[in-house]
């Protein structure tokens, strides 16, 4: 594809959804993935915003199709697919796409596209990791009017576990503890990486004074005949 691929993976509860829609407000030409999954559709979620909501024998025959560049099977429960078409539309549109899947997905992306960008969402603790994911549960209850029990929050907090450790793997990795200041971090990781490739940040250094360029010496050079 012509423009950058990121990819964000954080354990559920991280604060991986807000810190991505502000994204979203704040730098433009980055078109966000919208998922396949087999889960059912929570709160006010709906199909085509939030995620292509598909049964399970659509989904089995996509992936026999060769329809998703990756797929999982996330809490060993649902599946979650990108399709290979999010990244034939951003590529036709010229934009970057963003791609919010979990380490499973991200490590085969990874292996297909080494050029992808990789980002990893750290919760600052497990104390804060479990009083966010309570807080959020509270607002799927109210959206769905059923209790999320108390085993999906368990396995949930597991999960987080085992996910951090696959953290090595990706690029980058900012800790979501204060709101803004992760915001900034994701902002500028996005930014930095579109300077590196169409060489802006090699131009940059290329100018630096504690690094003269021969053509800025030659230039001093003329000055001091
Ligand atoms: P994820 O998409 O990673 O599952 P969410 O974006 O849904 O997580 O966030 C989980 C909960 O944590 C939400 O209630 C959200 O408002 C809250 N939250 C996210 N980031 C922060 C933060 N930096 N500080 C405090 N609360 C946060
Ligand atoms: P949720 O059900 O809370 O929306 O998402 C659960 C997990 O599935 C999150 O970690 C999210 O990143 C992951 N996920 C969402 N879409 C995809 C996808 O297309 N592929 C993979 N592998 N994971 C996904």
């Not at 050029?115 to 959020?136: C, D, G, K, Q, T």
């Not at 940059?204 to 504690?210: E, I, K, P």
Request: glycine share 6%; with cysteine.
């Amino acid at each position: 594809m012509a423009g950058i691929l990121f990819i964000i993976s954080a354990p559920s509860g991280s604060g991986k959804s807000t810190l991505v829609s502000q994204l979203r407000t704040l730098v433009e030409g980055l078109d966000f993935s919208i998922s396949y999954t087999t889960r059912a559709p929570r709160g006010s979620e709906e199909d085509g915003r939030e995620y292509h909501f598909t049964t399970r024998a659509e989904f089995e025959r996509m992936i026999a199709a060769g329809d998703f560049l990756e797929w999982a099977k996330v809490f060993g429960k649902d599946y979650y697919g990108t399709a290979v078409s999010a990244l034939d539309h951003a590529k036709k549109a010229d934009k970057d796409l963003l791609l919010d899947i979990d380490v499973q997905g991200a490590k085969q992306v990874m292996k297909k596209l080494p050029e992808a960008v990789s980002i990893f969402i750290m919760p600052p603790s497990p104390e804060i990791l479990e009083m966010r994911l309570r807080h959020r549960t509270v607002a799927e209850e109210v959206a769905s009017k059923a209790a999320v029990p108390e085993e999906v929050i368990q396995q949930r907090l597991a999960e987080a576990r085992r996910e951090l450790k696959q953290m090595k793997d990706y690029k980058y990795a900012l800790v979501n503890d204060v709101l803004e200041q992760a915001v900034t971090e994701l902002r500028a990781i996005v930014l930095c990486e579109r300077g590196v490739r169409n060489g802006v940040q090699a131009i940059a250094s290329s100018c630096r004074t504690d690094a003269a360029s021969l053509k800025l010496k030659a230039a001093m050079n003329t000055f001091e005949r």
